[in-house]
């Protein structure tokens, strides 16, 4: 009888910690999707609530006004072009890194490594002359490169050797072997890296802001600027064009959410 009153009351705590650290996240997300559609007037009478009568005028203008058509386009061209170049780049760099011998392999691992501890801001100034000859979408694909690289590297070395052997006994050669026996096997690690690059393309609001003046060229975080400035008064617009930055990637995390844990938590061939 205790161990049942001791199993009922850890589980009865799991689930209070589970809905309350949920509910520490979802409220005030929900809050803002809830003033998106209040009115200015409601909004800051109390920020806290439900609309009266909803309107989706809020939307309309917020989209209008922050220019969020191009700045979709924006972003997902360049988020497209990254994320093909960075997994090419990482998967290539990753199998030779987990699975070939070669001078210099430990010391590009231990570069990978120093790459992701370095903060941002320490090569801003270098970065803003390399973006002013290469452009944005370069300098989003290094800074993309390094822990993606140690995260497939990590992924690769726990598929069995003996595969890729095998199919180069069959006359495979080492492209051929990565190729046919590693992409396959590795797909949901891939599609991991590709939502990683996209959410943190999708996110990045200092390099965007700083060096991209020309507005037809802005991407989807840098509008909600537009919203502090002359139409900063208005809070309603505000929560809108949070809700607009902040959905696309919220749905895709919801839609492929599964997939995502299954790459971060998946390793190894069992042989």
Known sequence: MNKKIKSAAAALVKWVFL???????????????????????????????????????NYVDAWTIGEYGIAYLNTLLVAGVVIVVVLTVVGLGAYALSKLEFKMKGFMTAYFFVAISLPPFLYGVPDYSLLNRLGLMI????MQIPFNMLLLKTFLMGILRELE???????????????????????????????????????????????????????????????????????????????????????????????????????SVKG
């Open 165 to 267: 052997e095998a199919a180069k006994i069959d006359g495979c050669s080492e492209l051929d072997s990565f190729l046919k026996i590693t992409i396959p096997i590795a797909k949901p690690i891939f599609l991991t890296v590709a939502l990683l690059v996209l959410v943190n393309v999708w996110n990045e609001y200092l390099w965007s802001n700083t060096f991209v003046s020309d507005d037809a060229l802005k991407t989807v975080t840098t509008r909600f600027v537009r919203f502090t400035g002359q139409y900063g008064s208005n809070m309603a617009r505000i929560y809108t064009a949070s809700v607009i930055t902040m959905a696309p990637i919220v749905i895709l995390y919801l839609l492929f959410s599964r997939k995502f844990i299954e790459g971060m938590t998946s390793g």
């Open 19 to 57: 809905i309350g650290m949920a509910s520490f996240a979802l409220i005030p997300l929900l809050q803002v999707v809830l003033n998106s559609f209040r009115s200015d007037s409601e909004v800051k009478a109390m920020p806290i609530g439900f609309p009266k009568q909803a309107t989706l005028e």
């Open 139 to 142: 300098v989003y694909t290094a």
